[in-house]
C-alpha cells in the first residue's frame, strides 16, 4: 500500500461526457502528479501541483483539467470523452519540492481505469 | 528528456539473479537514475535510484558505470512476485523536477 488513495477504481461511461478523477495524497506530500496508461502510449505524464499551483505540464489534451485543493487532494477532469481517453490513469505524491536536485521518489496510486463507450 | 534504452523482455529462473541493463548515453550530471516496476493491474512502484554510487536497498542493487552512460537493476533471487515490467528512468531536477517519462520498459518474466 503507497498511501495514495484513487476514487472510483472504475468508471464507465458515453462519449461525449465528463468524469471527475480524485486522489488523495500520502500524507505530507505536497506535490501531485497524473500519468496516463493506454495501451498505444505506455505511461504518460500529465500534470503537476505543488501546495495547490500547477508545476509543470506534459501531454494533457485542452480537454482535461486538473486542479489541487487546500487539503492537498486533487482531481482530474475529463470533458467531452472520446473512445481514445479509454486507460487507466494513475495519480502519484511525492515529498519533493519543484526546483530541487531531483531524486525523490514517487508513490503511486492504485488506478482508475475509465472506460469510454 | 535524455532517453534510456532497455531491453524489451528478459526471463529469469526463480531463484536466480536476475540482471536488467539500461543504457542512458545522453545523461546529463545532474541527472538520477530511477527504477520503477509495475506488476499486472497495479500502479507501478519504486524500486530503487542512485546518482553515482552503487545503491542498495531491501528490494534490489543498482550498479551505476563509472561514465554513467548506462547502469544494471540487480534482483539477488527472483521471486514469482518479481514478474513486472521494470522502469529505467532519468529524473533531471530543477525545472523538470518529478516529471518521470516512462519508456517501453523491461517485461521479466520468472519461471519457476
Known amino acids: 500500500d503507497s498511501g495514495v488513495t484513487q476514487t472510483p477504481k472504475h468508471l464507465i461511461t458515453a462519449t461525449g461526457q465528463r468524469v471527475t478523477l480524485r486522489c488523495s495524497p500520502r500524507?505530507?506530500?505536497?506535490?501531485v502528479y497524473w500519468y496516463q496508461q493506454s495501451l498505444d502510449q505506455g505511461l504518460q505524464f500529465l500534470i503537476q501541483?505543488?501546495?495547490?499551483?500547477?508545476?509543470a505540464k506534459g501531454n494533457i489534451l485542452e480537454r482535461f483539467s486538473a486542479q489541487q485543493f487546500p487539503d492537498l487532494h486533487s482531481e482530474l477532469n475529463l470533458s467531452s470523452l472520446e473512445l481514445g481517453d479509454s486507460a487507466l490513469y494513475f495519480c502519484?505524491?511525492?515529498?519533493?519540492?519543484?526546483?530541487?536536485?531531483?531524486?525523490?521518489?514517487?508513490?503511486f496510486g492504485p488506478g482508475t481505469r475509465l472506460t469510454v463507450l | 528528456d535524455a532517453k534510456t534504452t532497455q531491453p524489451n523482455s528478459m526471463e529469469s529462473n526463480e531463484e536466480e539473479p536476475v540482471h536488467l541493463p539500461c543504457n542512458h548515453s545522453?545523461?546529463?550530471?545532474?541527472?538520477?537514475i530511477h527504477w520503477y516496476r509495475q506488476l499486472p493491474s497495479q500502479g507501478p512502484e519504486y524500486v530503487i535510484h542512485?546518482?553515482?554510487s552503487n545503491v542498495n536497498n531491501r528490494m534490489a542493487s543498482l550498479a551505476i558505470a563509472e561514465d554513467r552512460k548506462s547502469s544494471t537493476l540487480i534482483l539477488h533471487r527472483a521471486t514469482l512476485r518479481d514478474a513486472a515490467v521494470y522502469y529505467c528512468?532519468?529524473?533531471?531536477?530543477?525545472?523538470?523536477?518529478?516529471?518521470?517519462?516512462f519508456g517501453q520498459g523491461t517485461i521479466l518474466t520468472v519461471h519457476p
Open positions: 502519484a505524491s511525492s515529498p519533493e519540492v519543484p526546483g530541487g536536485a531531483g531524486g525523490d521518489t514517487q508513490y
Open positions: 500524507s505530507g506530500d505536497l506535490s
Open positions: 501541483y505543488y501546495n495547490g499551483e500547477e508545476r
Open positions: 545522453t545523461i546529463s550530471g545532474t541527472d538520477y
Open positions: 542512485g546518482l553515482t
Open positions: 528512468i532519468l529524473d533531471a531536477g530543477g525545472t523538470s523536477y518529478g516529471k518521470l517519462t
